[in-house]
């Protein structure tokens, strides 16, 4: 892969500053000008999070940190890796990078009034084709990984609804079987697939990220999904039949089991169970020790999730309720410090957590406050932004 020039690097690095003064302005203009001239990219992009900003975020963020760190690639690899992974659950294309690219430098070149071929614009242009060269690398890794193996597949393929089951009022349950009888493809607890549907009324397929919920199923997906009131996409799917069809793109993720660490802790809110409990039954099935805590933290007790499952792990050592409302569980009300200082005597214990944002940065910050190292933390975050820390 090429290396990029000392000029190109300085070059980079010193307009970081401005790209930052102007990130909002110009990754909302980048957007607009991108779905303009290619509104095809709307069947990959998530436009809950165009409208609420978010995905304008994570660009503006992302593109800052290569260039704080455009001298040693190897810093951001971890975020690379995370982004590649999300990208491949896309099924985004190598032909789809130049389009990224001309439309983005365009943007930076209005922004700042630069004529064509304008030092600034050469040294973007090739920092930009380095940084694609490496997600295509990563992401072609990721597909030939997906599509290995008789029940492996590279793209979006058609499977049905086999059964469903309510498991709150808010959540329900789908198992999804290939339509063309074939197994499914192994994953890891933890991990999610991509599920593209096209809700009635809408011109544009839409995708999301859903986590497996149970883990070595060789018939079937299970995942669980929340109705959002504002959700196009749940609501779509919760109107959905045994005998529809959906098309489901092979599992992907890095938020998985570490399988070196004595004890574990799994920390969930809401829906956010669905990963953490495929971790716990791979656990169960792979070491059988009971040397796992699961605190699961929901509004009450009509939305306790799996209880039966997790209690059934034979991995579990410690099972916590905490509600926020009703007095059936381990705690009445929002999951606190002294809680978690109480409930986790043992700081040396890896740590899951998935849930709302909010949610896990209260708890983020609290187990840090407890004494459990970052590195020892490991978290989803469902959206454009994977990081906790800002």
Request: proline fraction near 4%; hydrophobic fraction near 40%; aromatic fraction near 10%.
């Amino acid at each position: 892969m090429a290396e990029l020039s000392q000029k190109t690097i300085h070059t980079v690095k010193s307009t970081a500053p401005l790209l930052a003064e102007q990130g909002a302005a110009i990754t909302a203009a980048f957007y607009d000008r991108l779905f303009v001239q290619h509104p095809e990219l709307l069947n990959v992009f998530n436009q809950a999070n165009q409208r609420q900003g978010t995905q304008a975020e994570a660009l503006f963020n992302a593109v800052l940190a290569y260039a704080s760190n455009i001298e040693n690639i190897a810093a951001i690899a971890p975020a690379v890796t995370h982004i590649a992974h999300k990208h491949a659950s896309l099924g985004i294309r190598p032909d789809q990078y130049p389009v990224v690219g001309k439309h983005l430098l365009a943007t930076i070149q209005d922004t700042f009034e630069l004529p064509d071929g304008h030092d600034i614009l050469v040294a973007w242009a090739e920092a930009y084709q380095l940084l694609a060269d490496i997600f295509i690398q990563a992401e072609e890794g990721i597909y030939k990984i997906n599509e290995a193996g008789e029940q492996g597949w590279r793209d979006f393929k058609p499977f049905i609804i086999d059964r469903i089951v309510v498991e709150s009022p808010l959540v329900r349950t789908f198992y999804l079987k290939s339509v063309d009888g074939l197994p499914v493809q192994n994953y890891q607890g933890g991990q999610y697939i991509s599920v593209r549907v096209q809700p009635e009324g809408s011109e544009y397929a839409a995708i999301r990220q859903y986590s497996l919920s149970d883990f070595s199923d060789e018939n079937c997906y299970r995942i669980s999904t929340k109705r959002e009131d504002y959700g196009v996409v749940t609501q779509y799917m919760h109107n959905l039949s045994i005998g529809d069809q959906v098309e489901v793109h092979a599992p992907t993720g890095i938020f998985t089991l570490d399988q070196s660490a004595e004890r574990h802790v799994f920390i969930s809110g809401g829906v956010g169970i669905t990963a953490l409990l495929g971790m716990l039954k791979q656990l169960a099935a792979t070491q059988g020790r009971a040397n796992a805590t699961f605190i699961q933290c929901v509004r009450d007790k009509s939305h306790e999730l799996f209880a039966d499952e997790i209690l059934a792990a034979s991995a579990l050592g410690t099972y916590k309720l905490c509600l926020t409302t009703g007095q059936e569980g381990d705690a009445e009300g929002r999951i606190t410090e002294a809680l978690l200082r109480d409930w986790l005597p043992d700081k040396t214990a890896t740590v899951y957590l998935c849930g709302p944002r909010p949610f896990m940065q209260s708890v983020y910050q609290a187990l840090l406050a407890i004494g459990f190292a970052d590195d020892a933390i490991h978290y989803e975050v469902f959206g454009p932004n994977a990081s906790l820390q800002s």
